[in-house]
Structure formats: C-alpha cells, structure tokens
C-alpha cells in the first residue's frame, strides 16, 4: 500500500490487485458500494494515518475509488468542511429524475443475451450504440455514455436488469473489458443480434 499526499485536503491511497485479494475483497464489492467496500475504505483510513493527517472531526471524506488498469486500484479522498446545512432544504424542492449510470452489463452465456434479444424483438426497445464482448468466458454488452442517458434507455435497462447477471455503475472494470476481452459484435451488437 503507497499513500500520496496531494495538498492538505486530499490523498491517493494506491494498492494492487494482489493486496485487495489479500483483503478478500473485489473489485465487484467495491464497485457495488456494499458492506465490504465500507469496510476496506474504513481499514484504509485507519491504517494510512489519515485520522493524524487530516483533522476528520466535523469535516465529510469525499472517496472515489478507480483503476488505472495496469494492476492497480487507487482510491483519492478529499476532506471538506463545508458540509451542507439541511435545514435549509425543503419539501417542495423538484424530485430527483430517475437516472442510469450503468453502462456495462455481464450475461453467464450467449443463449442468456439470445433470450433477452428474442424478447426484445417486440419490445421496441431503445439500444443506441453497444458492442458484445467476451471476458473469461463471460458476455458483456457495453453501451456509449450517450445510450444509457437517452430517456429511451429506460425500459431497455429495466428488461436488462432481469437477463444479465450483474450490471457496473462505475468504470472500475470498463478498461478491463475494453483492453483484455475479444470483441465478439462491434457497433450495434444488440440491433445485429436481434435480426438473428
């Protein structure tokens, strides 16, 4: 573990992948934000010092956890102070809109993505640009930034939701997928596949 200050309110906390699995914990638990990425950033904190090099008493820890895809997991933390005052907030502010992040999707097998294609076929659903890709032996459907934020995306992310076996909402794995796996359909895989 290598520790970075940047300035007084923000450090680089840098491990590799041989040391998350030391702490059994992947990048899967990390990007899902759960109980077990809490814990890792919390043992992190402790074991960098950062409670001495940073005053935390009444300041908010920002953390972004991201991979450079060269066997390294690098996590920045940013101390604020200026935390929001929330009685100023009211009831009748406008709701937030329902908003997709996930542009990664990992299916168990090509028959799993054929079903969700056949089902599809009379759904009318909304792709934008895709491409298929496969990663020890597994299938990820990978769509641009600008499918998942088209209001169209909506449906299509709820019929994913129920075919695939796990989605990303961050970009911890896309260097990965995109680097390490064979393209099986570029651009459009979904609308090509669909026709079959």
Do not use: H, W
Request: charged share 30%; hydrophobic share 35%.
């Amino acid at each position: 573990m290598k520790v970075e200050k940047i300035n007084e309110n923000k450090v680089k906390i840098i491990l590799s992948f041989e040391e998350l699995e030391m702490r059994n914990i992947t990048l899967y638990d990390i990007e899902k934000n759960n109980s077990a990425a809490k814990k890792l950033f919390t043992s992190l904190i402790e074991e960098s010092n950062l409670d001495e090099e940073f005053e935390l008493e009444d300041s908010q820890l920002f953390i972004e956890a991201s991979s450079d895809n060269t066997n390294t997991f690098i996590l920045t933390i940013t101390r604020t102070d200026d935390l929001p005052d929330l009685n100023n907030y009211t009831k009748k502010e406008t709701p937030q809109l329902y908003k997709i992040d996930s542009r990664l999707y990992e299916f168990s097998s090509i028959d799993v993505i054929l079903d969700f294609c056949q089902k599809a076929k009379n759904e009318n659903l909304f792709f934008g640009q895709n491409t298929l890709y496969k990663y020890e032996n597994k299938y990820f459907i990978l769509f641009s930034e600008t499918a998942i934020k088209n209001k169209k995306f909506i449906k299509t992310y709820v019929m994913l939701s129920e075919y695939c076996s796990r989605y990303f909402s961050y970009d911890l794995f896309y260097n990965t997928i995109i680097e390490k796996s064979i393209v099986v359909v570029s651009n459009r895989a979904l609308q090509k596949l669909i026709k079959i």
